[in-house]
């Protein structure tokens, strides 16, 4: 399985940014997709999630009606949208997999910078 995390950017704060994931290596139903992201400093933390078959989705309070995350069959693209960002939201953000319990691959980081 691999995750490849794009999308990544400087924003004013209020503006806007999508995230994508291209997922690949396999067929991912069943499994549940999702963004991380780590502050500085701070220790990584759950964004949102996706079941990629039902395209049930949760989200994290602190992102709760500012982020929408998507998936793409077709494309096996995952994708964040990101609205209102805050300073706050300035973190490296990750996509992941998770076909169980565990989520096991991970792609590579994306910066997303907001400034005040």
């Known amino acids: 399985v691999q995750l490849q995390a794009s999308g990544g950017g400087l924003v004013q704060a209020g503006g806007s940014l999508r995230l994508s994931c291209a997922a690949s290596?396999?067929?991912?139903?069943?499994?549940?997709m999702g963004w991380f992201r780590q502050a500085p400093g701070k220790e990584r933390e759950y964004v949102a999630s996706?079941?990629?078959?039902?395209?049930?989705?949760a989200y994290a309070d602190s992102v709760e009606g500012r982020f929408t995350i998507s998936r793409d069959r077709v494309k096996s693209t995952v994708y964040l949208q990101m609205n209102s960002l805050k300073p706050e939201d300035t973190a490296v953000y990750y996509c992941a997999a998770n076909p169980a319990t565990t989520w096991t691959y991970w792609g590579q980081g994306t910066q997303v910078t907001v400034s005040s």
């Open positions: 996706i079941w990629w078959s039902s395209g049930i989705t």
């Open positions: 290596g396999r067929t991912f139903s069943g499994y549940r």
